[in-house]
């Protein structure tokens, strides 16, 4: 049985302009210890998706169809009660911009211990040792959880989050753009331990980013979302090598390669859609050169074009023929 | 090639009060750097945050105190009365990391962009005032223009604020611009489209271009020559092919080696520095990478590596080079 299993899963947002189809029709699965990446500009449902899976949706949105299976039981159709079992204690997430994601005039032993306390009942006191030894599994002496957030360097909170994402030994951690506020050698630092964290527990880890290029290092399998779907989700390796889609060739190309010649990406001409007046065919069309009548009409459906490999695009075979 | 800027020995300080008003602190924000810049030229600054980038650029500038053996701009004394200043800034102009902060939320598009003319009295007509800044909106990627001149920032999205905030800075037709991490905010998608027209602009009018930002590969990407700081020093100055793939400073090393290389996957764990930046108030007597450098060596600890020229245009402070 996989870890996760997430099948046509759809998040609509409703607001007072209509229905925001943030999350509309996505499938993938997760097995233990594997990475997934999730990668699109913003907006394309990449955190949607995130919140859907650990339930923690804003109250506009909510889950209107499809299934999340977590080792086969269904989280989708659960209500508060039920799923406040799962939630921390089998799937965690691990925020953006740490530094306002904690509580500042509360100490980060407490912080931790919150959460163990409120998911696993140990007392008090149990949960500040298992905070302390949580602080020592991601390279903070465990003598700072009597600390506040300022006494902490943006690394080290981020550090934290993954202590508290840690608690309660999850079978998945989410990941959102968990490094993005950081220097690019903290953000080293923290790929290391998460990866060190990942094979260690054996968790599976879905990475939410808006940076292509570190993916690839990372990440086991990568899905590339646009407007609400995955347009292409292959291993990493097919991603970059095997390039289906025209907006994940386009993706990759708004990165530098140093290993190539010094030549300015391209870029992707126009904007994403509004999410409210979304074209009747492909979304992509009005910004892809290959764009025909069919892809303004009817939306591309997801083929498998090779081993857990997915495109939806009517014209993959133009683009794999170069 | 004439050089637009050089400085030499430049440091910014800044006295902060201790906690409970013990003795006060000093933060060498910018310790002594030296560099130049050629007209139509542009140099990176890269580092992390805290390594005085962003107050090197700002010094440069002079929109904080300084204090250095030389500065020209364009080969003369910057002439610091009140007068001098708005004279110096016509023609030297920044543009900020963020453009939902940068621009004010109650000012209309129209106003953003022509408040330099207004400002420097360079209008004088309202019909003047509407041509141009309709022009530095298209030149800008805002076509047409006159369809933004009413709209306020909100109503733009990031990529669409950010070339108003390049708009406004080019109107005054600058001859140096600091670019403090135009692009980071913005997505990967979006941020080419400003860096081309950045590079248009350099075309067009020869600007120079301070580049500050903490991504070595877009530093490699768009400038000349990078210079890799540290704790408000440089580390290394140089061609930016030499910094990514020939660099000899070992901080300049090892952020090449974790420098994304998109569709590879890596073998093993990435090659990182231990621990993090030191506090810029503690005073560090001997090379100010001493701490974290995986070559260290006794002298590192006690005396500060000379910058030495390995090559024409190359330099690097590091004893390992120095000998």
């Known amino acids: 049985m996989k870890l996760l299993e997430v099948k046509n899963l759809k998040t609509y947002f409703t607001i007072s302009q209509g229905t925001v189809k943030a999350v509309d029709g996505i499938s993938f699965d997760l097995d233990y210890g594997e990475a997934l990446g999730l990668v699109g500009e913003s907006g394309c449902g990449k955190t949607t998706s995130a919140l859907s899976i650990a339930h923690i949706l804003p109250k506009e949105g909510q889950i209107v169809d499809g299934e999340i299976l977590l080792e086969g039981t269904d989280l989708a159709k659960m209500d508060e009660k039920e799923i406040n079992k799962y939630r921390w204690n089998d799937v965690s997430i691990c925020f953006q911009g740490a530094m306002n994601a904690l509580n500042p005039v509360m100490k980060i032993g407490d912080q931790i211990a919150e959460a163990i306390v409120l998911h696993q009942g140990l007392s008090k006191e149990d949960a500040l040792k298992k905070a302390a030894s949580l602080l020592e599994l991601v390279d903070i002496p465990g003598e700072r959880i009597s600390n506040y957030p300022h006494e902490f360097s943006g690394g080290m909170k981020q550090r934290v989050m993954i202590a508290m994402a840690l608690a309660c030994d999850p079978k998945i951690m989410i990941g959102d753009e968990p490094t993005t506020a950081l220097d690019v050698m903290v953000q080293a630092q923290i790929l290391n331990l998460i990866e060190k964290l990942r094979r260690e527990f054996n968790m599976g880890f879905i990475l939410i980013t808006h940076d292509l290029s570190i993916l690839a290092e990372t990440c086991d399998k990568i899905a590339v979302m646009y407007a609400g779907k995955i347009v292409e989700i292959a291993k990493a390796k097919d991603i970059f090598e095997n390039t289906l889609h025209p907006y994940t060739d386009m993706l990759i190309k708004c990165f530098p390669d140093i290993t190539k010649g010094k030549v300015m990406p391209e870029g992707i001409p126009g904007a994403p859609p509004n999410m409210l007046e979304l074209p009747p065919g492909c979304a992509f069309a009005p910004r892809c050169k290959y764009a025909c009548d069919r892809c303004r009409q009817e939306v591309p459906e997801p083929q498998e074009v090779g081993e857990g490999h997915f495109v939806s695009c009517h014209n993959w075979e133009v683009i794999a023929n170069g | 090639m004439a050089k637009i800027f050089e400085v030499e020995n430049l440091k910014v300080h800044f006295k902060i009060k201790g906690t409970f008003g013990s003795s ?90 022509s408040e330099p003319l207004m400002v420097n009295k360079l209008t004088d007509s309202e019909e003047d005032r509407l041509a141009r800044s309709k022009a530095a909106l298209e030149e800008a990627g805002m076509i047409p223009g006159e369809e933004y001149f009413f709209r306020y920032p909100y109503e733009l999205s990031g990529g669409q604020r950010q070339r108003v905030v390049i708009a406004s800075s080019m109107i005054m037709k600058p001859e140096f611009v600091v670019a ?119 002298k590192c600890e006690h005396e500060e590596p000379p910058m030495t020229e390995v090559e024409p245009g190359h330099q690097v402070a590091c004893w390992r080079v120095a000998k």
């Open chain 2, 24 to 113: 006060k602190k000093t933060v060498k924000a910018v310790d002594g750097v030296s560099f130049s810049i050629d007209e139509g030229e542009v140099l990176s600054l890269v580092g992390e945050s805290g390594s005085g980038k962003t107050t090197t650029g700002k010094a440069l500038l002079q929109l904080v105190p300084y204090t250095c053996d030389k500065m020209l701009f364009k080969g003369e004394e910057i002439d610091k009365s009140k007068a001098g200043l708005k004279k110096f800034r016509q023609k030297a102009q920044m543009i900020y990391q963020d453009p939902y902060q940068s621009l004010n939320p109650r000012n209309e598009v129209l106003d953003i962009v």
């Open chain 2, 180 to 298: 403090d991490e135009p692009v980071s905010m913005l997505d990967a998608s979006i941020r080419t489209g400003i860096l081309r027209l950045m590079m248009k602009f350099r075309e067009e009018t020869g600007v120079a271009y301070l580049f500050i930002t903490h991504d070595l590969s877009l530093a490699w990407l768009i400038s000349d020559r990078i210079a890799i700081m540290y704790l408000g020093k440089i580390m290394e100055i140089g061609d930016s092919d030499i910094i990514v793939n020939g660099g000899l400073h070992p901080y300049t090393q090892a952020l090449a080696e974790i420098m994304p290389k998109p569709g590879q996957s890596r073998q093993g764990e990435r090659n990182v520095l231990e621990g993090e930046t030191p506090d810029p108030t503690d005073v560090v007597e001997g090379c100010k990478f001493c701490s974290r450098c995986p070559v260290r060596m006794e």
